[in-house]
């Protein structure tokens, strides 16, 4: 039969192609359930989806940063039966430390991480119970990496690793897959969100210097490895779909080929100075010159520093 997946943040970007892709799918294995904070944004998605909606896909309300809504979501499903949950939902943040309130950086670990804890709390229990289930996150190679100026995202992002990462040693004894994608740079409102912010932020706390880093040195590189590398939305609801359709799953799933020299960088010191070095002098010393490094990084073959991804293709 068929199989029911449900998907946070469907109203835009990944969350709303990976819903069409599997509700498009040829063979119709998919009943999708695309939920939203927002049913008034359902407009993009719906047309998108075209002929498939009403039959392999229907729209739900759903805030993962509510416990009330998380529950009465899972409750309108069907017997709470979920094969397969897509974890999508999340927001950036951007900028210097200095000017951003804890306020503001518990929002995003709201989202990104207690928003992914909470889904799976809700829907863990009736998949261990039936012995099978598959959770997808939507991580990001910031979940395994720091990156400058995206400290509390990738903090975010690394909180959910980690979780998840001891959580799939317990749900492996239930039958239950679990997970992660990671990709680089993803063309989205994501990226268009963060830059109109980031041009209205006036960074009250944060000293000259350090603003200047920021608009001056870090935005620049940051759009130059968005036109570089970025991937397109389709791109990973094609890769998440290899995931999900893989009789043996992964549990790290990396996308983009062209980043993965930027990841080994981890992998191949674990002092953290490889990385740590590599990040100041593509920065402060090949920052003008940023085209030419990525072009050298794109052409790196060096074995070491090939990692296994999933193609979209
Ligand atoms: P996006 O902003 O288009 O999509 C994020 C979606 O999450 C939006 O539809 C938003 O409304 C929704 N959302 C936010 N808070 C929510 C909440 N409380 N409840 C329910 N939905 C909520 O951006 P995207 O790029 O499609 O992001 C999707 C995921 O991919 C995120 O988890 C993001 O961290 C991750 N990601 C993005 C990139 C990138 O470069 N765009 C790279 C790696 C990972």
Not at 212 to 234: C, N
Request: contains cysteine.
């Amino acid at each position: 039969g068929q199989k029911v997946v449900l998907i946070t943040g469907c109203s835009s970007g990944i969350g709303l192609r990976i819903a069409v892709t599997l509700a498009k799918d040829e063979k119709k294995r998919y009943h999708v359930i695309a939920t939203m904070r927002d049913l008034k944004k359902k407009d993009k998605l719906v047309e998108a989806a075209g002929d498939a909606y009403g039959k392999t896909l229907m729209l739900l309300p759903l805030d993962v940063c509510s416990d009330e809504s998380v529950r009465q979501c899972i409750n309108n499903v069907k017997d709470r039966h979920i094969d397969i949950l897509i974890n999508n939902a999340g927001v950036g943040l951007l900028g210097p430390v200095e000017s951003i309130s804890i306020e503001e950086m518990k929002k995003v670990f709201e989202t990104n991480f207690f928003g992914v804890v909470r889904m799976i709390k809700e829907v863990m229990p009736d998949m261990k119970k039936r012995r099978s289930g598959h959770i997808v996150v939507m991580s990001s190679v910031m979940g395994l990496q720091g990156v400058v100026f995206n400290d509390v995202y990738t903090a975010s992002k690394f909180a959910m690793e980690g979780f998840c990462e001891s959580m799939a040693v317990q749900l492996m004894k239930f039958n239950i897959r679990l997970s992660m994608i990671e990709p680089g740079p993803v063309h989205t409102e994501f990226e268009t969100k963060m830059m109109e912010d980031v041009a209205k932020m006036e960074y009250p706390g944060a000293d000259a210097d350090t603003v200047r880093y920021f608009k001056d040195v870090y935005l620049p590189s940051s759009i130059d490895i968005f036109e570089a590398m970025g991937q397109t939305p389709e791109d990973i609801a094609q890769c998440t779909k290899k995931v999900i359709e893989s009789s043996s799953p992964r549990f790290r799933n990396l996308t983009n080929s062209l980043y993965t020299p930027i990841v080994a960088l981890k992998y191949a010191d674990e002092t953290g100075g490889l990385s740590v070095n590599t990040f100041y002098n593509l920065l402060f010393n090949f920052g003008p010159l940023m085209h030419i490094t990525m072009s050298i990084l794109k052409c790196l073959t060096c074995s070491c520093l090939r990692r296994r991804t999933i193609s979209p293709n």
